[in-house]
């Protein structure tokens, strides 16, 4: 799971390395934030944080309910 925004300075770096893991079959979830700065999940008011929590949480649910 990658997750930026799209003013972060590390988008192009973090849609390149979801390519390459991709490529590489590997199971991959981008999450990009229109509007967004690098590191934004760090503010839980934002509604763009609350969305990116949700998606990890559904993430790491699906993937230990498969264990």
Do not use: W
Request: hydrophobic share 40%; aromatic share 8%.
């Amino acid at each position: 799971m990658i997750i930026t925004g799209t003013r972060a300075t590390d988008l192009s770096p973090a849609v390149y390395t979801n390519s390459q893991l991709i490529n590489s079959g590997i199971e991959t979830r981008l999450i990009v934030a229109e509007g967004m700065s690098h590191c934004y999940i760090i503010r839980p008011q934002f509604q763009e944080s609350k969305d990116a929590y949700r998606a990890i949480t559904a993430f790491f649910q699906e993937k230990l309910a498969g264990r």
